[in-house]
């Protein structure tokens, strides 16, 4: 795949790039591994004040920046803006809160015979990022962000299809004040990703993406033993239960499956509805679903957008063509719009059934398959009849069946009576085929830490730590 932005609207190339040569990319690994010599021994106030002025860059040019991705992958410009602020607050939460989060941890020093005992959190030096387009900025960040506070430095892999806002991102933290090549953008091609894995001054690695891509990036990784974190697919189940406010359940329903046109691993597809409220619940979310307006994703009054690339809006027929060849019906939606640009409706098909490939495979786009089911136990098991296990939603005001979701879905987040989302308070991150590790909050600013454990005996100096002043 080329290096280039294709407006999706219209499938018009606007600009290409070129690979780094073997050379290039030679100089900025060495440029990565002398950056983190220096870097690593600031001071969590220094890393603050660049991580806020980047914060404060964001806000300034939110707007221009919007309009970068939404040329570049094709989401809503309201969806654009809202992610850039979105940064802007990432930002800002890891600066205010790294250095808590990464404080020393005591031990009990008698229990280990010592004079003082604690474990410390230190980085391990440059991190490579392997991102996808769908949130260009926020999954970038959501890893730069902590990375970067905790010490480390940034090497991002972005795709290939959103160059300029990968090359934005370098700048970004070069124009808030960070030292030089701290973080930096490697212009490569999916090729040369295996080359940069094996290369030692690589310390550790992230990935957000497919299941394949995350088993060949592990595989890969693991052979050089070298830490990863992996976020990849989901198929979200979003279970309706008899007490739900089914108004409510039914309009958020709309959002979570279109969100991002539709092409978020953490959108709700598998639509889980109690057989007593079925009926209600279909009507209204095929009402909600067939109001959205698909349109020029640069207008305010549009709600989704086209589909990132021709090839996914490929894949999302071919699934839905799939299904309904073996039976399943569509409520709405169900073919691609006429015109120019990679566009698909908002589709609801039912009667899916596990013949059909839909009801295993991950659909990227506006497509969702509603389910009926006798009771809670058959919802769970529903729910977890997936590979994936990444995000998860139960709208139900009875606090056992809120419980039992809590208990016994295989997911990494639950959300009950809302829509799954993202915070840099929570942790972030699947089970199963959705990939391991966590992003944001304590447990993703640790994620690329080396946790040493210190052992000081009688006769040593006075309260040394290994932190930075």
């Known amino acids: 795949m080329s290096i280039a932005t294709v407006n999706p609207a219209t499938g018009q190339t606007l600009k290409t790039f070129d690979a780094l040569s073997d050379n290039e990319l030679d100089n900025r690994l060495h440029r990565a591994v002398e950056a983190f010599a220096a870097y690593r021994q600031t001071s969590f106030a220094e890393r603050a004040g660049w991580m806020r002025a980047a914060a404060d860059r964001l806000d300034a040019e939110r707007d221009e920046v919007a309009r970068l991705m939404t040329t570049e992958m094709g989401k809503t410009l309201t969806a654009a803006g809202a992610e850039v602020s979105k940064c802007a607050l990432g930002c800002r939460y890891f600066a205010e809160h ?5 404080a020393d941890e005591p031990a009990d020093p008698a229990a280990v015979g010592a004079r003082r005992a ?54 970004l933290f070069r124009r808030a004040g960070s030292p030089p090549d701290v973080f930096q953008t490697l212009l490569v091609g999916s090729n040369q990703v295996e080359r940069i894995l094996r290369d030692d001054r690589v310390r550790a ?127 709405c939606g169900g073919q691609r719009l006429g015109g120019p640009g990679w566009y698909y409706p908002p589709t609801v098909v039912t009667g899916v059934t596990p013949q059909m490939r839909m009801y295993a495979e991950e659909v990227f786009g506006p497509v969702a398959q509603v389910h009926r089911v006798r009771d809670l136990d058959e919802a769970i098991a529903l729910a977890n009849a997936t590979e994936f296990g990444l995000g998860s939603n139960v709208w139900s005001n009875n606090a056992h069946e809120q419980e039992r979701f809590v208990r016994d879905v295989q997911a990494g987040a639950v959300f009950v ?51 930075t002043p």
């Not at 790294?98 to 990464?102: G, S, V």
């Not at 970067?148 to 090497?155: C, Q, R, S, T, W």
């Not at 830490?449 to 040593?460: A, D, H, L, Y």
């Open 98 to 102: 790294a250095e808590r989060l990464l």
């Open 205 to 331: 690695a992230t990935l957000t993406g497919s299941t394949p891509a995350g088993r060949a990036v592990a595989s890969v990784a693991g052979d050089q033993i070298k830490t990863t974190v992996l976020e990849l697919g989901g198929s979200d189940p979003f279970v309706v239960l008899p007490s739900a406010d089914l108004d409510r359940a039914a309009e958020v329903a709309a959002t979570a499956r279109c969100q991002n046109n539709g092409q978020s691993c953490i959108a709700a597809k598998r639509f889980i509805v109690h057989a007593d409220v079925a009926e209600d619940f279909e009507r209204r979310f095929v009402a909600a679903m067939a109001a959205l307006r698909v349109g020029d994703p640069m207008e305010g009054s549009t709600d989704i957008g086209p589909l990132a690339t021709e090839q996914g809006r490929r894949d999302v027929e071919e699934l839905v063509t799939d299904a309904v060849d073996r039976g399943a019906r569509v409520l």
């Open 417 to 467: 009576n809302g829509m799954t989302t993202s915070y840099s308070e929570l942790p972030f991150g699947g089970v199963k085929s959705s990939g391991y590790g966590r992003e944001l909050a304590a447990h993703g600013i640790r994620a690329f830490c080396n946790v040493k454990s210190v052992w000081i005996g009688e006769g040593g100096a006075q309260q040394t730590s290994a932190r």
């Open 118 to 171: 604690y474990a410390c959190y230190q980085p391990l030096g440059p991190v490579l990022a392997i991102m996808p387009w769908n949130f260009p900025l926020w999954q970038v960040m959501r890893f730069a962000a902590p990375a970067l506070m905790a010490g480390n430095v940034g090497l991002l892999k972005h795709a290939s299809n959103v160059p300029q806002t990968a090359l934005y991102l370098e700048g």
